[in-house]
């Protein structure tokens, strides 16, 4: 977990077992991890997404001496994908080393020692990511310390079967719940209390002689307006009181906030490579009038005015219903959401009047074919679009380029390369790699549609659990090879192109493709490359036709019908592919997009 935000897990668990009349209290311990390592060192760890280092740094102490890897061979084997910790092999390897055998037992025996568990009947562990290990190895010393206390475990990495499989292999664990817990989880204490039987709470597993125990789950929650706002008092008094924040009167930190669950996309066509939402995929959405009293009531109580909305994709009708009150009230807000790519100018516009200063669209490739082949539903002139109107109207755009899918062709890559060197004015991808496999990613579930050679749990896993965890039934990532996959030298150039683009944004001054506008005139300027600077001046049916194209993606059909030209369509489609090899035009088959972006900002 980023220790600069609080857990929305444990504060919507703590609110529902609260409004269930049960007194609870949450301990957000990767604060107290942070505080003993150091933060920067452990923001190296936290925002790793790849070898397990953060489950294999608690892995002895989570399973003693079934620790498959006592000796730190990890390190060695897989030192490959360790190099985002900055320093030399050897250095790296003996931090983690000392980080292991000292940092994590002195912490938990710090957790152990430092919290009234005597007063505590259930102590629950939502594990996501990488939090695995470290919630079993406190469970362990508790079972150890305090053997009356129920230990509950839940969240993602306990969805589907491998909660089921963790349960049956590891005793720390008492019983755990199955999916979304907001019904589940006051169902279980409320039986706790009363002394009933684990059999009738629904959407759990636990051990009965000897067999593990699998309730069916009620429903999802459906009305989410019903939920609580989440409680995040106890993390920010703990984070202060460890000096991971300071004691201000203004909170900058990023509160995490749920306006819905599932995906609409995702339910009518589940993007290829995406295991998110593994059971429950439905889409669910707060009201406008909830989020926004929402809103208020958590910038009120935190002093904070950012919020990391948590949905995988944004509600559409918030266009309609939330966004223009937000505007209207000029809220002080900044608001984070995951959308989908298709969006237009007047929706990114307006999403800006609104507060929302960054997003994570699913642009993923600049491939319209790749797209196709990801079902991702958009063209890739619809991502250039998104980019453009999100650079003019100050929007952060989080994306990633990926590869690496079922029936693409290497020209859809050397298309890609030769692309992008036109794009340096827009937002480049945080990251560019070939996409992992995810349990639930339909490349996972459809074992018909798409053939894999070779499917294997993570490498790193089975340096992390013991041999009597079913790696196949706990894994979320898996290592694999593709029927008819194209080499690694095919990305090659589009790897390289990306990381050009992403160089030239590190500077102070980063790259612009800009135009002035007038009747019938348009004057562009392009500093997208240092040392080439230069400008174009088009003029009368030249400059009409290229602001045709500004908005939005269109055709040569749909610009002579706009502006009423004698020129016939075929026509129209030279002088776009003029303006494409002089680099101000993106075209996508039939599509055009002009890639200039207005100089005059704020309309």
Avoid at 413 to 437: E, F, K, M, T
């Amino acid at each position: 977990m980023d220790p600069h935000r609080p857990s929305i897990q444990l504060g919507l668990l703590k609110a529902i077992a609260t409004r269930y009349g049960f007194p609870a209290r949450t301990y957000h311990a990767y604060l107290d991890f942070a505080a003993a390592i150091g933060i920067d060192y452990y923001k190296l760890l936290c925002r790793h997404r790849g070898t397990l280092v953060g489950d294999w740094l608690f892995s002895l102490e989570a399973f003693g001496d079934k620790a498959p890897d006592p000796d730190g061979h990890m390190l060695d084997e897989l030192a490959d994908s360790l190099s985002y910790l900055g320093t030399a092999q050897e250095e790296i390897k003996e931090r983690l080393l000392r980080t292991r055998g000292s940092d994590v037992p002195r912490y938990l025996d710090a957790l152990v020692a430092g919290f009234p568990w005597k007063d505590a009947a259930v102590a629950g562990f939502s594990s996501t990511f990488q939090q695995s290990a470290a919630s079993f190895a406190l469970a362990r010393r508790l079972k150890r310390c305090h053997p009356e206390i129920m230990t509950v475990f839940g969240g993602a990495n306990f969805d589907d079967e491998m909660g089921p499989e963790l349960v049956r292999a590891l005793d720390c664990i008492d019983v755990a719940v199955i999916g979304e817990g907001d019904k589940a989880f006051p169902d279980l204490l409320s039986t706790l209390a009363a002394g009933g039987s684990l059999d009738r709470v629904p959407g759990v597993a636990c051990r009965r002689g000897g067999q593990v125990m699998v309730t069916a789950p009620r429903p999802p929650a459906d009305q989410l307006d019903d939920l609580p706002a989440p409680d995040y008092d106890e993390y920010f008094q703990h984070a202060e009181d460890l000096g991971v924040l300071p004691r201000v009167g203004h909170r900058n930190v990023w509160l995490p906030i749920e306006t819905a669950r599932g995906c609409w996309w995702g339910a009518k066509h589940h993007c290829t490579f995406c295991g998110l939402n593994g059971t429950t995929m439905r889409f669910r959405s707060k009201s406008p009038e909830r989020v926004l009293d929402e809103l208020a009531g958590q910038a009120r109580r935190y002093r904070s005015f950012r919020f990391e909305a948590v949905d995988n994709i944004l509600d559409t009708t918030y266009f309609a219903r939330l966004f223009p009150v937000l505007a209207e009230n000029e809220t002080g807000y900044e608001i984070f959401y995951e959308v989908k790519a298709n969006l237009s100018r007047e929706q990114l516009r307006l999403m800006a009047q609104a507060g929302v200063t960054q997003i994570q669209p699913g642009i993923e490739s600049l491939s319209s074919n790749v797209l196709r082949l990801m079902r991702k539903g958009a063209r890739a002139v619809q991502n250039v679009n998104l980019l453009r109107w999100a650079r003019y109207y100050g929007i952060h755009v989080d994306w990633n380029l990926l590869w690496g899918f079922p029936g693409e062709t290497e020209q859809d890559y050397a298309d890609q390369a030769a692309v992008i060197p036109r794009l340096r004015h827009l937002q480049p991808p945080g990251n560019s790699a070939r996409i992992w496999l995810e349990r639930f990613s339909p490349v996972f579930t459809e074992q018909d549609t798409f053939r894999l050679r070779r499917r294997t749990p993570e490498r790193s896993y089975r340096y992390v659990y013991p041999a009597s965890v079913d790696l196949e039934r706990v894994a979320y990532f898996f290592d694999y090879e593709l029927d008819g996959g194209l080499p690694d030298s095919t990305y090659t150039a589009v790897r390289l192109a990306a990381a050009d683009w992403s160089s030239a944004w590190l500077d102070g001054s980063r790259p612009a493709l800009k135009y002035w506008p007038a009747p019938h005139f348009v004057q562009i300027y392009d500093e997208r490359r240092p040392g080439r600077e230069g400008s174009y001046t088009l003029e009368d049916t030249l400059a009409d036709l290229y602001l045709a194209c500004i908005s939005r993606p269109t055709t040569a059909a749909a610009v002579r019908r706009s502006l009423n030209l004698r020129l016939p369509a075929e026509g129209i489609q030279e002088v776009f592919g003029e303006f494409e090899r002089q680099g101000l035009m993106f075209v996508d088959g039939q599509f055009v997009l002009a890639l200039a972006v207005p100089a005059v900002t704020g309309r």
